[in-house]
Structures are given as C-alpha cells and as structure tokens.
C-alpha cells in the first residue's frame, strides 16, 4: 500500500544503506543473498582459479617464446660474425690479388684541404693488413663517413684519433710534423 509514512520509511532505508556504501537498486533481497552466497563463493574460487591456471598458461608460453627469440637471436649474431669474417677473408684475398680499393681523397668542408689515403702503399710498402684499421679505425663502408665518432680533422689525429691511431711519430711519421704534411696533402693547383 502506498503512503506517506511508508514512502519516509523507505526513503530513510535507501539513505542509509547508500550512507553505508550499500548500492541497493537491482540487487536481490538480503534472504535470497544469504542463500545464494556459498554459490557465489564457489563461482568466484572456480574464476580465481581458471583466471589463475590462464595466467601460468599464458607466462609459460611467454617464456618459451622468449627462449624462442633468444635462440633466433644467437643464431643471427653467429650469422652476422661468420659474415663478417668471410668479408674480411675476401678482402684479405683481394689486397693479395694485388688488387686495392681506390686512393681515398679526403676534403675538409669550406677549407678546400685535401688529404689522399693510399690502400696500395700502405699494405704493400708498410705490409699492414686490413684489419689493423677496419673497424677498429675507420668504418668499411662504401658511400659512407669514414670515421666513428666526430670529424677527421687534424686536431683529432693529434690526440691519436683516426690517421693519428698510427701517425704519432713512433709508429709512423707524425701527423703534427710539418716536414711531412706533403705527403698526404698534395700541393694545390
């Protein structure tokens, strides 16, 4: 029956459940909740459960997954490694075939300085093999900048770097050395 009265009380009902954190609208009455909740425990162990089962399932094929991608990766880095010797073998063979890169012309950019590098005289008059400097000095690479890291310039061979690796003065005739600049720079016209 509807009233006033009853209308209040059940107005206060819902305030104070709503106050008690309780959402009541659509939920089953607290008779039917009590009956029901060993099958709610039931239902929320057997979701854990499954949920947890998933989640080894799931780690254990990310694992093998991962052992899978470790291996690949090995792999390619035995590939790259077998590569790179087999280049550096048929470099070797080409420089005894007495066949040589082409003489390395080097500018510097707005100064019009030019410095010529000779693969032929430095591996048949000083016997140096290729891989004193490739990639340890310079980069082996065609079209690309030769060097590593900053620019070659002469302040850099100075401290060692680059031409400078060899050109100290012990091993060879010093890049600081102006008596000797003709000798990889050519005069200009």
Do not use: W
């Not at 019009?112 to 032929?120: D, P």
């Not at 980069?139 to 100290?168: F, S």
């Amino acid at each position: 029956m509807f009233n006033e009265k009853n209308l209040i009380k059940r107005m206060g009902l819902i305030v104070m459940l709503v106050a008690c954190g309780f959402v009541f609208l659509g939920q089953p009455n607290p008779a039917q909740t009590e009956e029901k909740a060993p099958d709610y425990v039931e239902k929320a162990k057997y979701d854990a459960e499954k949920a947890r089962a998933d989640a080894e399932k799931a780690m254990a094929e990310a694992e093998m997954a991962m052992e899978r991608a470790e291996r690949a990766m090995e792999k390619a880095e035995q590939a790259r490694l077998e590569a790179k010797q087999e280049k550096a073998k048929a470099i070797e063979k080409m420089v005894e075939a007495h066949r040589y890169p082409e003489d390395i012309a080097m500018t510097v950019p707005d100064s019009g300085t030019t410095a010529i590098f000779s693969h032929k005289k430095h591996t048949e008059r000083e016997h140096l093999r290729c891989i004193e400097c490739h990639p340890k000095v310079f980069i082996m690479k065609v079209g690309k900048n030769v060097v590593k890291k900053g620019q070659l310039t002469m302040a850099e061979m100075k401290k060692g770097k680059y031409c400078g690796n060899c050109h100290n003065g012990h091993k060879a005739f010093s890049v600081s050395d102006i008596a000797t600049c003709q000798r990889c720079h050519p005069k200009r016209q």
